[in-house]
């Protein structure tokens, strides 16, 4: 039963109340990322187009305000998102646009989820038996390093933030490895938002061989991401399977089907975001 600030359980109308204000936070936040969503895509040409003639700091606005609409679990488009500032800016420079702007976007998404959303998005994420098994950990002495594995995993980055959220991770520490967890990918990503630029050279030249080449860079892109990807998922259900066994037998999860105390992984057929 909820209690308020002195210990004492709270009233049932008031408990009915705080339950109905935090809905209808997580509706009114969940609206307005989604209709922000919508229109950063349907102008998404334009946006790009029109930032090409701007100063840096425009950008990292930009950006930064976009990666902050994508960052909840129910709003898409960390990858195609993630593309663009390499696109605009090269490698470097757009790199580390993607870096601090998806910093900004994990961070903003991480305070409103513990400070308006936490209830709902509690109750939302233990429902589910396999991020619950991320919690556990998250909740023990491996919290950082399932942070870390989980950003280089395809599980989708909204969702993510959502996990972390309502873990107990110390907020600057989780920002840090976040970061650090997200590099791999963002380099990657930053390298290929670069190479469509490039493609657009090759294509006005007219050059079979910057055909070639584009082509090949590509193909190792994703070879590289495949494998970090694979690697980390490993990893994280290694990191899982070691914690739950520390764990006593009364503190597995049950398995719906069978009433059996057989543990969950993390499910190897999630997509990309």
């Known amino acids: 039963m909820p209690t308020g600030v002195t210990g004492e359980p709270l009233p049932v109308w008031r408990s009915r109340a705080c339950a109905c204000a935090a809905r209808c936070c997580l509706l009114a936040v969940a ?37 902050i609409v994508i960052s909840f679990p129910w709003t898409w488009g960390y990858t195609p998102l993630s593309l663009a500032p390499g696109y605009l800016y090269g490698f470097q420079l757009g790199l580390a646009v993607l870096v601090f702007g998806a910093a900004v976007g994990t961070l903003a998404a991480h305070l ?59 907020t600057l520490q989780y920002l840090a490895t976040s970061t650090v967890g997200l590099l791999p990918s963002q380099i990657l990503n930053s390298y290929l938002g670069s190479t469509v630029r490039t493609l657009e050279d090759v294509v006005n030249h007219q050059s079979s061989e910057g055909y070639l080449a584009f082509v090949l860079q590509i193909f190792i892109s994703v070879v590289m991401m495949l494998y970090l990807v694979r690697r980390a998922h490993q990893e994280l259900n290694k990191t899982i399977q070691a914690h739950d066994a520390k764990q006593p037998e009364d503190e597995a999860v049950p398995d719906k089907e069978t009433h059996s105390t057989k543990r969950t992984n993390i499910p190897p057929d999630m997509d990309f975001v």
């Open 31 to 67: 609206v307005a990322t989604a209709l922000g969503g919508l229109a950063l895509w349907s102008c998404r040409r334009q946006l790009l187009l029109w930032l090409e003639g701007q100063p840096l700091r425009a950008g990292l606005l930009l950006f930064s305000a976009a990666f």
């Open 112 to 170: 409103v989820t513990q400070r308006w959303l936490l209830a709902p998005m509690g109750a939302l994420v233990r429902a589910n038996a396999k991020l619950s098994a991320i919690i556990r950990v998250l909740d023990g002495t491996g919290g950082l390093k399932v942070v870390f594995l989980a950003r280089l995993t395809p599980i989708p980055f909204g969702l993510q933030n959502a996990v972390f959220a309502i873990s107990k991770l110390e």
